[in-house]
């Protein structure tokens, strides 16, 4: 029974994962899905993207169980931003298409290239959901340790990028970057890797002319 | 459909968990469930307590997805030790109280006076699992932001206590303790907080002297 009823909603999700990704196609917009741990730096990333990247044309969904305060950090950079809560619907660990769904009805979307939907913190479930995205976005800070490709396998699986954040802090942690980039490879040998500051902005061309490139807005 | 399915493994959850703090009442031993986002530091705060109290009589259960990476790291300690791997049960993102109880057929528990889980890294969906524990753990490290406790306030409000880990760390970043306390007591009051560096050792006697009096071995 329980299989059956879960087999149901990722059906019903699937669906309308579907119909947003008709609907961004049709107006030729493209959308990433960045995923990572509470804290990995998703939203500083966003700052620091939409900041250098103008001709992104870019709209923002937030994600979280809890608080508007990311909306209000990148609503500040003068982009089109909704907020959605999932505490309201049972504190859900991740956004399922039909949040986007109803997002997009709030985002005026004319003019706009760029979809990117940051999800809620986890590292776990939201790789287990589309939501009509173009491509997963990995996001995951050196503090966290060179392990986690392995323990946490599927988003990395589910990504076509992943970004190493806080690459600042590399001289204060034993952190073995090698040894990452082997975890990932172990993984999903496809990915495109970036290692990013977003404090001072290492990286970020890189980065940047990715979402540029992949966007269509090169 | 959905929510009562919902509501039957939760159900279902609780009796065994019921079960699970019964068997632990009668042998007299005490649980704590450490919950916290991937990287948090929690296998290293759990070497640090097991080196510094042999007189905790420990036993070990860890929660990963994928890897045996953390239950070799404190079996060195000479700590009785078992591994769940969730992957091979739809990669959940949680111990269930079934797990838990399936763990400790597999630990020799005589002599054993606290039990220490190690939850699968995820802030978010843990907490809502009774597990059979005595108390849960918020482990939450210093590179994560000071605004956790807003974003994800179940744990919080469910915890008895919360450890701050990497405080080693606070010279690189721009973090600020004093109002990350302000939130956690906004969110729970009467949550004991420890800031620890499992690196350095600091604070780690504070934190080290809790779990002994609260599982009756000081």
Chains 1, 2 share one sequence.
Not at 110 to 116: E, M, Q, S
Not at 128 to 140: P, Q, S
Not at 175 to 190: E, H, I, S, T, W
Request: charged share 20%; proline share 4%; aromatic share 6%.
């Amino acid at each position: 029974m329980e299989i059956k009823v879960v087999q149901k909603v990722m059906a019903e999700n699937d669906k309308i994962a579907g119909e947003v990704r008709a609907l961004l196609a049709a107006r030729g917009i493209y959308a990433f899905n960045l995923i990572g741990s509470p804290g990995a730096g998703k939203t500083a990333l966003l700052e620091r993207t939409l900041a250098a990247a103008a001709d992104l044309h870019p709209a923002v969904i937030e994600g979280d169980i809890a608080t508007t305060a990311d909306a209000e950090r990148l609503a500040r950079l003068g982009v089109p931003v909704v907020q959605i809560n999932t505490g309201p619907f049972g504190g859900e660990c991740h956004l399922g298409a039909n949040f986007i769904r109803a997002a997009l009805d709030e985002l005026p979307l004319g003019g706009v290239r760029t979809l990117l939907i940051e999800n809620v913190g986890n590292l776990v479930c939201p790789a287990e959901f589309d939501v009509g995205e173009n491509e997963k976005v990995a996001v995951l800070s050196v503090t966290e340790g060179e392990d986690k490709p392995l323990k946490y396998p599927l988003l990395f699986r589910e990504a076509r990028a992943v970004v190493i954040t806080k690459t600042d802090l590399l001289a204060a942690l034993a952190f073995d970057l090698a040894k990452l980039r082997q975890n990932l490879a172990a993984v999903n040998a496809g990915l495109a890797v970036f290692e990013v500051s977003a404090r001072t902005g290492a990286g970020m061309d890189d980065w940047v002319a990715y979402v540029r490139r992949n966007a269509g807005c090169a």
